[in-house]
């Protein structure tokens, strides 16, 4: 088993920037394909980032790029997402998950999920 827990939400000002943690304690992450989703109240689950086991790889939802960036420490067991030049429409619950089916970045088939922490930014 795995469990995934996320921090560094907050409430922020568009133009501010934050960065988020996902830790994980049982399972190690070190093999696996790690991602950030975000859901916006009302909309649907998107996937924001994805970073391949050894961070050699990542994609991005064309609505953050160049503003997020995905990153690991297999050592840590940990995964961050640093987002800059926060939108209001970046407003959401943001979620880490960890796909141990596929190490295709392009995957959907994600196993694992954290409970979620809150990004709210204000204009």
């Known amino acids: 088993q795995m469990q995934l827990v996320e921090s560094g939400g907050g409430s922020m000002q568009a133009g501010d920037s934050l960065r988020l943690s996902c830790s994980s304690s049982g399972r190690s992450i070190t093999t696996y394909t790690m991602g950030w989703f975000r859901q916006a109240p009302g909309k649907e689950r998107e996937r924001v980032a994805a970073?391949?086991?050894?961070?050699?790889?990542?994609l991005y939802a064309d609505s953050v790029k160049d503003r997020f960036a995905i990153s690991r420490d297999n050592a840590r067991n940990t995964v961050w997402l640093q987002m800059n030049s926060l939108k209001p429409e970046d407003t959401g619950s943001y979620y880490c998950?960890?796909?141990?089916?596929?190490?295709?970045?392009?995957?959907?088939?994600?196993?694992?999920w954290g409970q979620g922490t809150q990004v709210t930014v204000s204009s």
């Open positions: 970073i391949s086991w050894s961070g050699g790889s990542s």
């Open positions: 998950a960890a796909n141990t089916r596929s190490d295709n970045l392009a995957s959907m088939s994600y196993t694992y």
